[in-house]
């Protein structure tokens, strides 16, 4: 089984693109974080955040589009895909994606900058 599940927030606006017949792809950074603690001997272990690549679909691509923005909380379902391909300087890349599948919005409509857009809790699939 190859499942992901995320809560995090958007690391910036999503990047949309169209390619055959209005067909929609987006991609999104969003950032998870582990709160940091203290240890019994008091020492403190900082937050630690990790990045990760959403990588959308068609139908669900063009909802992002509409209502994602920089600093919204989501929640996503969807699965690993491992990349391999070679940049501009012709060396090769290695990326690590997630191809979502569903998602929700956590950010509560009045902090949302467009109060009528997709109210809280919405889940797309």
Known sequence: MNKVMLIGNVGKDPDVRYYDSDQAVAQVRLATTEKGYSLPNGTQVPDRTDWHNLVFYRR?????????????????????????????????QYTTEIIVDSMEMLTPKAQRPN???APQGTAFE
């Open 60 to 92: 669900l691509a063009k909802i992002v589009e509409s209502y994602v923005r920089k600093g919204d909380k989501l929640y996503i379902e969807g699965r690993l895909k491992y990349r391999v391909y070679d940049d501009a300087k012709g060396q090769r």
């Open 115 to 117: 109060a009528e857009a």
